[in-house]
């Protein structure tokens, strides 16, 4: 197909990227340093850290990896925590030790927890000590020996961090009680590090930086193995697709999406160290009124997100008076951008919301809009610089301009493989194209638009949900016989799970099945809706139909959108 996308790039925007200029993710950070060592870097709770500081509290930190723990190049580490400053200093330490990163949702339940150290054959992991009780209930159940325990306050200032600390674990008990006698203070860490010498390891683009664990386009959650020149090309292809809109070591973006999600990684986290800009992290962006005190201290340049934050903050009075003078890119990704959503946000700060596309296994960055796309299309851009798409049938033929097919990607940011599992790489990965799984078309300027997802997975709030891992933790319920897990339409969330029972008993409520899957799921996994049945649709051969299901739940939606239509049309006659 002939890359009609070409024709979309703004003339300071090239098609091809040059070679990277970095072997390392440790080698992107100290080039950084050597450019913008007293700049701030990182920002959270009004304590600054420039690049100097990151520099030397991440060479401590790796120098302890190295040194007090022994560990060798290769040895995976998990990172178990929200956005703070700890965050940084670990995650360089990691890369800059040769060791490859494992991030962890901190809202992970113990069965959660307990799958994704294990299956990475994680030796170490780093967590916040809110979250502390989580791991102890599996630690032993895991190859973790090591365990580097963090407060909230332990990079701010002493007074300060005091202060932090004592009234999140004494005024709003926030660290419920815990016991991991073999654990470490971070504060303990640092100190010892301090002292110890650091010696760069011997890397290569091809060695591994992160497992980053995803659903994938099928299945339960595997880690895509993520190579250093995957996420440097990556940031090379944001770099030049977006810095024409931005000046280099003069940005601030607001970083209220969580860093251990690939989608702040990189875009926020490693596009900003690469062009000398600061993060502002937002430790809880769901107290929308902290997050817009925060904003209203800074002449924050560029802001990300997903859908549901964009219009929660929209819906903020106070968020609606913040100066947006400054403001260069607004960027939202991770599901799609409704277009209410997108034109009231123009309307507000007078910039574009550029909504882009992405996968975990694509380092994620795959399709964006272009930094000067005037007014919201709908669209998820065109492929980025050195990025290739096509469309496929369900016979494997290239469809024409216009038409539906699965999308697949090639380009340098696209993954290794997942880990340990080289039967799933090879169901979506052939010749060096990935298979996404989502049905898209492409039109005659170059503007892709995803028709619909091919396979089950669930987007709520950005977040993968897979109906899989959802119906077994319910089919364990003793009162539930049979289950389905669909996605439906939800104007806050973007989808929403619904749940299809089956059950022997007439007494049994939503309530009681929330309640249970609160145990054993983190929030955003919890079915918003139940429904009962007598029973569920199923092929000759028995396998429920999901698809039918959906159908149905689709049917329903478009029957009362209709009749929502027709009562606002009669509304405004009489």
Known sequence: MEKIWLKNYPSDVPAEIGPVSETSLADLLENAVTAYADRPAFINMDEIMTYRKLEERSRAFAAYLQNSLGLQKGARIALMLPNLLQYPVALFGILRAGMVVVNVNPLYTPRELEHQLSDSEAIAIVIVSNF????????????????????????????????????????????????????ISFRSVMQLG???????????????????????????AKGAMLSHYNMLANVEQGRATYLPAMQLGKEIIVTALPLYHIFALTVNCLLFVKIGGTNLLITNPRDVAATVKELARYSFTGITGVNTLFNAWLHNEEFRKLDFSHLNVSIGGGMPVQKTVAEEWQQLTGKCLLEGYGLTECSPLVTVNPYNLSKYNGS???????????????????????QPGEMLVRGPQVMNGYWRSPAMTDE????????TGDIAK????????????????????????????????????????????????????????????V???????????????????????????FEFRSELPKSNVGKILRRQLREEEQKKYLTAT?????????????
């Open 428 to 435: 979506v990965m052939k010749d060096g194209w990935l298979a």
């Open 503 to 529: 059950s022997t008993y007439p007494a049994l409520t939503a309530e009681e099945l929330k309640i249970y899957c609160r145990q054993y799921l983190t929030a955003y996994k919890v079915p918003k809706f």
């Open 562 to 574: 209709e009749n929502h239509q027709v009562t606002q049309t009669l509304d405004s006659k009489f």
């Open 380 to 402: 998820i851009g065109s492929p980025m610089p050195s990025t290739e798409v096509k469309f496929i049938d369900n016979s494997g033929n290239e469809v024409p301009i216009g």
């Open 194 to 220: 301090d002292r110890m010498q650091y010696v760069k390891p011997d890397l290569s683009g091809e060695d591994l930086a992160f497992l980053q664990y995803t659903g994938g386009t099928t299945g339960s």
């Open 132 to 183: 502390a009780h989580t791991l102890e209930k599996i630690v032993f159940n895991t190859q973790v020996k090591h365990v580097i325990l963090r407060s909230l306050g332990d990079q701010l200032s002493r007074p300060k961090g005091t202060i932090v600390d004592f009234v999140v674990k004494y005024i709003k008990r926030l660290v419920p009680k815990y016991y991991l006698p073999q654990a």
């Open 442 to 501: 492409i039109d005659e300027k170059g503007f892709i638009k995803i028709v619909d997802r091919k396979k089950d997975m669930i987007l709520v709030s950005g977040f993968n949900v897979y109906p899989s891992e959802i119906e077994e933790v319910i089919s364990n319920h003793p009162k539930v016989i049979e289950n389905a897990a669909i996605g439906v339409a939800d104007e806050n969330t973007g989808e929403a799970v619904k749940v299809f029972a």
